[in-house]
């Protein structure tokens, strides 16, 4: 069964502080994995897709880098405004169900 | 630009009651889907549609119907409310199935339902 899972659940960071977000899939033929941005009462935001092991996508203080087995979304001196859930999906061969994780939720402290 | 748009924003049911969660988008995209989102659970697909007149089930369809008469609409109906559909509904849609190769889904504000 295909499934995506995200680490940690919930993180605090203070403001310059850098750290990673962790997705980790079990999808046969991964064609996609996608990372969006959810904040309080909205609807996900894209961020990010990745293709193929190896890549690596960059965005502000964001980067997201995918391996065969997961991706990491890395967040550079990250300030309060990146503060918000961040959700991993991948997609099949087929393309037509998107598996969401879990989300991480992120809080940057002033 | 509007993109997907849902209505209501917020609404409490009785369980037993029925009502439908109106979905619509202006971007001419085929594919369109909804969502249901619970703590710790992540975005579990309900339905999705790849055109008008064609829609199918995705991973927790029961109690939720679809219909997809023309390329911007899709309403989600709740037969018959239970508790357990208290969650928060997103619709979806994209320019192809795929969604990818620079074919973004594209997400609603999303719709705050509680059933009691």
């Known amino acids: 069964e295909d499934q995506v899972t995200q680490s940690p659940e919930a993180l605090r960071l203070q403001e310059g502080e850098s750290s990673s977000l962790n997705c980790s899939y079990t999808?046969?033929?991964?064609?996609?994995l996608f990372w969006y941005r959810q904040d309080p009462g909205k609807g996900p935001e894209f961020l990010f897709t990745?293709?193929?092991a190896g890549e690596e996508k960059e965005k502000e203080r964001l980067k997201a880098t995918l391996t065969k087995k997961e991706s990491f979304l890395h967040i550079t001196a990250p300030k309060p405004e990146d503060s918000a859930t961040y959700l991993c999906?991948?997609?099949?061969?087929?393309?037509?169900?998107?598996?969401f994780g879990p989300g991480t939720r992120l809080s940057v402290l002033p | 630009n509007a993109g997907v748009t849902q209505t209501p924003k917020f609404q409490v049911l009785k369980t037993g009651q029925s009502m439908t969660l109106q979905c619509a988008q202006d971007?001419?995209?085929?594919?369109m889907s909804w969502y249901r989102q619970d703590p710790g659970m992540g975005l579990r697909l309900i339905h999705y549609s790849v055109g008008a007149g064609i829609t199918d089930q995705g991973e927790v369809p029961n109690g939720y119907n679809v219909s997809r008469s023309t390329t911007e609409d899709f309403p989600l109906r709740l037969l018959s409310a239970a508790p357990s559909q208290t969650s928060v509904y997103f619709c979806?849609?994209?320019?192809?199935?795929?969604?990818?190769?620079?074919?973004?889904?594209?997400f609603g504000e999303g719709s705050w339902l509680t059933v009691v």
């Open positions: 999906a991948a997609t099949d061969n087929y393309g037509q169900n998107f598996v």
């Open positions: 999808v046969s033929g991964l064609r996609g």
């Open positions: 979806a849609s994209s320019y192809s199935p795929r969604g990818f190769s620079g074919n973004t889904i594209y």
């Open positions: 990745l293709y193929s």
């Open positions: 971007m001419n995209h085929e594919y």
